[in-house]
Structure formats: C-alpha cells, structure tokens
C-alpha cells in the first residue's frame, strides 16, 4: 500500500480525554454510611455532546449524572463531563456524525465510568459500575426526536 492509499482510508485518532467538571456529593453522609436492608434506587442519566474545533478535530463531550437513594435520603450523587478531543479523517460526510456521536463516547466511557466507580467508592461505597452503554441507541434515539427539516 502507497502512503497515498494509506493516507485515504478512514481513521479515528484520539488525541486527548480530560475530566472537564466533575462533582460527587455525600450529603447525607455519615447517616447515608449505615447498611441497609435494600440497595437503594440509583438512576443514570447519559447525553453526549459533540462541537468541531478544527479542520478535522472536534472535541466529544460524555456526561454522566447519577443519584442513589430517595428524594428525601439521598445517599450520593454525581456528574461528570468527560471530554476527548478526536481527529476524524478520510470519513465521509454522510457518516462523520454517526462516528463522531457513536465512537467517540464508546471509546471515552470505560474511562468515565473508572472515575464515576472510584469515586463512589472514596465516598463510602460499594463502588458503582455502569452498565456499558448502547451509543448507536442513543444516537438512533436522538435522532428521532429531531424535528424534521424545515420544521419549527
């Protein structure tokens, strides 16, 4: 293959990640600390972002927000936005998006989801580990919710 030929096919580079806010919260702690009978209710909410900042590079962001516990006892809560910034190449542009929405973020959340564990886990807990995330659902789900074009 000719650097030519290499240089036409597409590619997907991560050129960096970085935790860009980060918040985790024990606001009923030490009472929140006592064993329980029940595991507590916990809810996660997922959004990605994605903005370009370059020719080719755009920057991916992986939110993450959490809450164990009820209303009323909240055990611990957390929010996350990871970042990575990825240079797409050689992609074409009926695809880009899809990459971008859907690679980007699978490539980023075992990171994000390490810190979200270990954080728990500094907290008091058992650490908490997120079920890995379908992101062409998402992205799929997404979608639909778009107005179509030409609509306001």
Request: aromatic share 14%; proline share 22%.
């Given at each position: 293959?000719?650097?030519d030929a290499a240089q036409a096919l597409p590619s997907l580079s991560a050129l960096g990640q970085y935790v860009k806010d980060f918040s985790f919260e024990n606001p009923n702690a030490p009472a929140s600390l006592v064993p329980r009978q029940n595991g507590p209710n916990i809810a996660i909410s997922v959004n990605v972002n994605a903005k370009q900042t370059g020719e080719s590079e755009y920057e991916v962001e992986l939110l993450l927000e959490g809450k164990a516990g009820e209303e009323n006892d909240t055990m611990f809560r957390f929010e996350l936005n990871y970042a990575g910034v990825f240079r797409a190449q050689n992609i074409p542009a009926e695809n880009l998006q899809a990459v971008i929405m859907i690679e980007c973020p699978r490539l980023l959340f075992p990171f994000a989801r390490q810190i979200v564990a270990d954080a728990v886990r500094s907290g008091g807990?058992?650490?908490?580990?997120?079920?890995?995330?379908?992101?062409?659902?998402?992205?799929?789900?997404r979608l639909a919710d778009m107005?179509?074009?030409g609509t306001a």
């Open positions: 293959m000719t650097d807990f058992p650490p908490l580990l997120i079920d890995p995330i379908d992101f062409a659902g998402l992205y799929r789900q107005p179509p074009a």
